[in-house]
């Protein structure tokens, strides 16, 4: 069963019903997750909060009467004997909801959104906001929830936004919260890397996958030794795409193996080769502790989030 339901205008009429509730929802790490809801109060749903942002199951009369038949409508909620759980996540971010996949998201195309969702839009947005000229012509690679795309659509409204995932599920929920956000004019398509846009950009955003993660989820699994790959191609990608004056802002991680940080070497390698300006910084020096413990890290000390910044001269 794909982790997204498929009718994206019955999926709106949900999130629509949900925000005139007032609903909010900060969703937080699955390791968070896991361990809040493992305490024994919070074995069942008692709100709605409880129902579509910490997917605890409910009874059956737990939700408005309306809400519950907008769902079902959507396929958004799996019946159980012993009550209802939700198939899809809201969360929230800059006044959006924006839909994502239930917890645990364990199905081969969940569609991620978490805390790096928010440091990777934040790292966005204050770039945004220190260029000189808006951005004419955008893209978000590996968009996921789209939230980056989105909330840059809502700040630069002229510019043409382009949102690309290479999972159905993402582009699914992506448009959904596009339509939920009024940026109607926002462009999908599904693509691996830019395969099937065409053109140069002006600003190239992407959170991708960097994680090693055994079972190839397509929200998580960044491929090669250290879960790097991914990073690097959309690097790669970036100098062959970005126009003159163009950008990109990459968020990432990188692990750390005896004090060296090896994405960062590949990285200013590639960008240094094409003659891009390019900066580096660690937005987190620490996350992601418990993947240390994972035979894919045996070598890593650390895992750091970091954020990489490139620019194409004008001319």
Not at 12 to 29: M, S
Not at 87 to 107: C, I, N, Q, V, W
Not at 129 to 140: K, L, N
Not at 150 to 169: G, Q
Request: glycine share 8%.
């Amino acid at each position: 069963m794909t982790s997204i339901p498929t009718d994206p205008d019955a999926l709106l009429e949900v999130a629509r019903a949900v925000r005139d509730t007032g609903y909010t929802f900060t969703t937080v790490t699955p390791a968070t997750h896991a361990r809040v809801n493992a305490r024994p109060e919070n074995a069942r749903a008692r709100s709605l909060r409880d129902v579509l942002g910490w997917s605890r199951p409910g009874d059956h009369d737990l939700l408005p009467e309306g809400l519950t038949a907008l769902m079902r409508r959507a396929d958004a909620l799996e019946e159980m004997d012993e009550g209802v759980r939700a198939r899809l996540r809201l969360s929230s971010l800059d006044g959006e909801l924006f839909m994502h996949s239930a917890y645990p998201p364990t199905a081969t195309d969940a569609v991620f959104f978490g805390p790096d969702t928010v440091r990777f839009v934040s790292a966005v947005l204050d770039h945004l906001a220190e260029r000189s000229t808006p951005p004419r012509r955008v893209v978000d690679i590996g968009c996921g929830s789209g939230a980056a795309g989105i909330l840059v659509a809502k700040r630069a409204p002229e510019a043409e936004v382009v949102l690309v995932d290479i999972n159905p599920a993402a582009l699914r929920a992506a448009g959904v919260n596009a339509r939920l956000a009024g940026t109607e004019w926002v462009q999908f398509r599904q693509s691996d890397m830019l395969s099937e846009v065409e053109g140069v950009f002006d600003l190239i955003v992407s959170n991708p996958p960097f994680m090693i993660d055994p079972g190839a989820r397509a929200y998580r699994h960044g491929g090669g030794e250290l879960g790097a790959d991914l990073s690097l191609r959309i690097i790669q990608t970036a100098t062959e795409r970005l126009a003159p004056g163009g950008s990109l802002v990459l968020f990432t991680g990188s692990p750390i193996v005896d004090g060296a940080d090896l994405f960062r070497d590949a990285a200013s390698e590639i960008c240094s080769k094409a003659g891009l300006d390019w900066s580096y910084r660690e937005f987190d020096p620490d996350a992601y502790g418990e993947e240390l413990d994972t035979p894919g890290y045996a070598r890593a000390e650390r895992i750091a989030l970091v954020v990489l910044t490139a620019s194409r001269a004008t001319r």
